[in-house]
């Protein structure tokens, strides 16, 4: 078949973001007074949105709303200030940009990250590439796996969704490219393992961001 655009999740997928994320979220732990957590814990504290993210690092005691929602935005505070510290493209990555953009395949990134952040992470940290639409989570708009965000870029480049193929790290972008009519593609590089992936309906895994031209022939 050939695709016509590819939809990337961004953390895990086409960013090591997760030394940032941790360091951040440590901090405001830290400074709560409440324990910090190995950065490897974080690999399943993220994906979810920002809320989820601060309701799993917390202590369990310690999850009601208020809190919740104040250190969401210590965290947003903190995150805004140190985001680019470490977080880097994965190896292979620009070159299989590089590549794709060549083969008239449309680019685009749909994450539960907060909008104003995703947009920040790709215009820095993957200069000279052309992503559109470039879509965070939003107000009013269902996070992933809900595939209304998916179904959004569909509207937007006017490409019908069995012409995309999804590009996610994580079981929840495997149900959305399902949910969206997408076929779904698991990456190992990522945050979580195989199993995870092949078990949330992943129709091909890549282990090497190059491995992606396989999916695109001329």
């Known amino acids: 078949m050939r695709y016509r655009a590819v939809l990337f999740d961004l953390d895990g997928t086409l960013l090591d973001t997760l030394a940032d994320l941790a360091d951040s979220a440590n901090r ?66 620009p070159e299989m940009l590089a590549t794709v953009q ?17 947009r920040l992470c790709v215009q820095r940290l993957l200069q000279g590439f052309s992503f559109y639409p470039v879509l965070g989570q939003r107000s009013g708009v269902p996070k992933k796996p809900d595939p209304a965000g998916a179904l959004e870029v569909v509207n937007m480049l006017d490409i019908p969704p069995e012409d995309f193929l999804y590009l996610g790290d994580t079981a929840i972008d495997m149900q959305t490219a399902t949910a969206a009519g ?18 949330s ?18």
């Open 102 to 118: 060549k083969e008239d395949v449309r680019l685009a990134v749909l994450s539960n990250k907060p909008h104003e952040f995703t």
């Open 182 to 199: 997408m076929t779904a593609v698991g990456v190992l590089w990522g945050f979580r393992d195989e199993e995870e992936l092949r078990s």
């Open 28 to 93: 405001v732990l830290a400074a709560e007074n409440m324990p910090v957590h190995p950065i490897s814990s974080y690999k399943y504290f993220v994906g979810d949105g920002l809320h989820t993210l601060v309701e799993r690092m917390v202590p369990a005691e310690q999850r009601d709303e208020k809190t919740i929602d104040r250190l969401a935005e210590l965290f947003r505070l903190e995150y805004g200030k140190n985001w680019h510290l470490k977080s880097h493209p994965y190896s292979g990555i």
């Open 201 to 218: 309906g992943a129709d091909y895994l890549l282990r090497h961001p190059g491995e992606l031209l396989e999916l695109l022939p001329g």
